[in-house]
C-alpha cells in the first residue's frame, strides 16, 4: 500500500533549507510513501470572522490535507518557535470549530537549521499544538538536522552518508507509525 504525505513547510520562501530538506527526503522515502508538498504562502491570516464565508484557498488547503493519509510537519526555527505562517496554517486547518482535518491525521515533525541545537525548541512547541489538534504525532525518532554547506547537493540529494541513511531510518519509522494508526483506525 502506498500512503500519500502531505508536507508542510513552515518557511514561505522558497529557498528555504527546509524546503530543500522535504524535497531531499522525498527522494529518499520508501516506495510506500508519496511524498507532496501542500502550500501554505497563500493562506490569509486566519481569523474567525472567515468562518461564515470560507476563503476558497483555506478550503482547498483543507482538501489537500483531507486527501493525505498522513502529514510531515518541515519547520524552521524563528525566535524559539515555530513561523507564524505555520500556526496559522494550522488555526486554518483546525477551524472552524469541530472541523478539524488535523484530528486522527499522523503526522512527524522534521526541521533544519544551521545552529548546533537546529529546530529543537520550535518542534517541542509543534508537537505541543499538534497534541491540542489530537494529530497522533511520531513520538521518535526526533530528527534536529544541523544545515552545514554541502548536505545537499545541487541535484538535490542529500551529501553526507550518515544524514542519508538517519533520514531513511526516519522515514521508515514514519512509515511503520503510519501503517500502525491506519491499522488501528481500521480495528475500530
Known sequence: MTYNVGYIVGSLSQRSINR?????????APPELSLSEIPIDRLPLYNHDHDLSYPAVAQEFKDAIKASDALL????EYNRSIPGALKNAIDW????????VLAGKPAAVIGASP?????????????????????PVMGQPEAYIQFTPGLIG??????????????TGYLRAFTAHIRRHHHDLAAL
Open 20 to 28: 530543500s530538506l522535504a524535497a531531499a527526503m522525498s527522494r529518499l
Open 73 to 76: 510537519f518541515v519547520t524552521p
Open 93 to 100: 486547518a483546525t477551524r472552524p470549530f469541530g472541523s478539524s
Open 115 to 135: 545552529g548546533p541545537i537546529s529546530t529543537a525548541v520550535a518542534q517541542q512547541h509543534l508537537k505541543t499544538i499538534l497534541s491540542f489538534t489530537n494529530s
Open 154 to 167: 545541487d541535484d538535490g540529494e542529500i551529501q553526507v552518508p550518515a544524514t542519508a541513511d538517519f533520514l
